[in-house]
């Protein structure tokens, strides 16, 4: 369901995959999100997506505008998974709210896996 924003010229209408993008660009900028993860529900394997795929690790849900955010991610060896995703949902709440207009429902953070930074 889209996201609809009413003012006095006319209505706004925000597609689920363009928050979804602008979420993925600000996950993967935070410290310690190494990227998004796609799970193959056959074979049960993890895949780190490149930057073009951002939005096949997120899911957006808007009901009556208020949006919930699920995150597949995969976080660096060696960090916190707490304090990463602390900071995950406080940049992502504030400047997705900020972006849309919207209020942040939740954000859930799936952790897939772990990889080793170079």
């Given amino acids: ?10 209505e706004i209408q925000i597609s689920p995959d363009v928050i979804a993008l602008y979420a993925g660009t600000i996950a993967v900028e935070c410290f310690g999100i190494v990227g998004m993860a ?36 995969i976080v660096s060896y060696g960090v916190s998974i707490s304090a990463v995703s602390d900071n995950l949902i406080e940049s992502v709440k504030y400047r997705v709210e900020e972006f849309t207009g919207m209020e942040i429902e939740k954000i859930n953070i799936f952790v897939e896996g772990v990889r080793v930074i170079d």
Wanted: aromatic share 2%; proline share 0%; hydrophobic share 40%.
């Fill in 1 to 10: 369901m889209k996201g609809r924003i009413s003012n006095k010229m006319g």
């Fill in 38 to 73: 796609a799970v193959s529900m056959k074979d049960g394997l993890v895949k780190l997506l490149k930057r073009e795929s951002l939005t096949h690790g997120i899911t957006v849900d808007i009901r009556e505008n208020r949006i919930s955010i699920d995150f597949h991610v």
